[in-house]
């Protein structure tokens, strides 16, 4: 395990209780550490850190709590305009990449997209 993954971990032990938020957290952060990593050159810059920290506010606050669906698939979309557009363009980049770096993460977050149903609002 790399120290990368190590960093994952450890953040999700301690943030969130929840198996399928925990889960989310570790994919969000794993698309962006690829999104950084290619784009400015390095770990985290302060831009990316911003977007995962309104990220992880976003999955603490989140109505649905376990249920909660894919984010494409949500009946409300909780992100302002513009950290939607960064969003987007962190999970175009990151998504086809994840299925090399992070296989098992991007499997669950394909399975979750298709067969976890909307709750109802």
């Avoid at 301690?14 to 938020?21: I, N």
């Avoid at 990593?37 to 999955?59: D, F, I, K, M, T």
């Amino acid at each position: 395990m790399n120290s990368v993954t190590q960093s994952f971990a450890s953040l999700t032990a301690g943030r969130f209780t929840r198996r399928r938020l925990a889960r989310e957290w570790r994919t969000v952060t794993a698309m962006l550490h690829i999104y950084c990593r290619e784009h400015h050159a390095g770990p985290l810059c302060e831009e990316c850190q911003s977007l995962s920290r309104y990220v992880r506010l976003r999955l603490d606050r989140c109505r649905f709590g376990e249920a909660k669906p894919a984010c494409a698939k949500c009946p409300v979309h909780c992100y302002q305009r513009d950290r939607r557009e960064q969003i987007k363009a962190v999970m175009r980049f990151a998504g086809p990449r994840m299925v090399w770096e992070h296989p098992w993460l991007s499997l669950c977050h394909l399975l979750d997209g298709r067969f976890r149903r909307t709750s109802p609002v």
